[in-house]
């Protein structure tokens, strides 16, 4: 499987970016995908999911109310809307697909794609 984010760039505290993530490959109709980030210095860590079969969704507790995950199953796309964006949120995001486990966020992504930087100033 192959994976392509796009949409992120410089903006500032409070506005909104919306991040897209082009899957490939083959189907992945029983499969998640979910969006992480790594800040300068910081581990990597889960940011939101949304399993392909169902829509069910999973957000880390510091972006609910702010982010919202979306796909379009036909077109293999999953999507990160972003708003109010905060200084905290700059990191690099990646969308990652294949969890090797199932369960509430999903875990063990076995793929990724190239991440996309998200700067957000003050």
């Known amino acids: 499987v192959q994976l392509q984010a796009s949409g992120g760039g410089l903006v500032q505290a409070g506005a909104s970016l919306r991040l897209s993530c082009a899957a490939s490959g083959r189907s992945y109709s029983r499969d998640a995908v979910g969006w992480f980030r790594q800040a300068p210095g910081k581990e990597r860590e889960f940011v939101a999911a949304?399993?392909?079969?169902?829509?069910?969704?999973y957000y880390a507790d510091s972006v609910k109310g702010r982010f919202t995950i979306s796909a379009h199953n036909a077109k293999q796309m999953v999507y990160l809307q972003m708003n109010s964006l905060k200084p905290e949120d700059t990191a690099v995001y990646y969308c990652?697909?294949?969890?090797?486990?199932?369960?509430?966020?999903?875990?063990?992504?076995?793929?990724w794609g190239q991440g996309t930087l998200v700067t957000v100033s003050s």
């Open positions: 949304i399993s392909w079969s169902d829509g069910s969704t």
């Open positions: 990652a697909a294949d969890p090797l486990f199932g369960g509430d966020p999903p875990s063990g992504f076995g793929s």
